[in-house]
Every structure is written in C-alpha cells, then in structure tokens.
C-alpha cells in the first residue's frame, strides 16, 4: 500500500523509511500518472503503476 508522507506529500512504498510518520493511502494522487511521478527510489522495484495496485 502507498503511504504519503506528512511533511511533503510524497508517495512511498510502506517499506520506504523516508516517509516518516506518514498516512497510509489506498489510491495514489490524480497527480501521478506514470511510475516516473514517483521520485524516491523506493519504487524502483515496479515496473508500472500496474504493479503497484
Ligand atoms: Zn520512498
């Protein structure tokens, strides 16, 4: 499940430890549309947002 982080709303894995105490959400943002909207390397084990859902 993506987690968002509190301080800057970026989206990370729930293995990510970047997020800090952040919100689990169950869809990702509108704003993200490919996997390459995604900034930190924790996603960097998907191929596609398909896999991510
Ligand atoms: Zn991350």
Redesign the pocket.
Known sequence: MP?M?SDDF????DD????DDGMPISDLPDEVGSIDD??????SDFDSLADIE
Not at 38 to 43: G, H, Q, S, T
């Open positions: 987690v982080a970026s989206v990370h894995t990510c430890d970047r997020f995604l900034d930190c390397e924790c996603w």
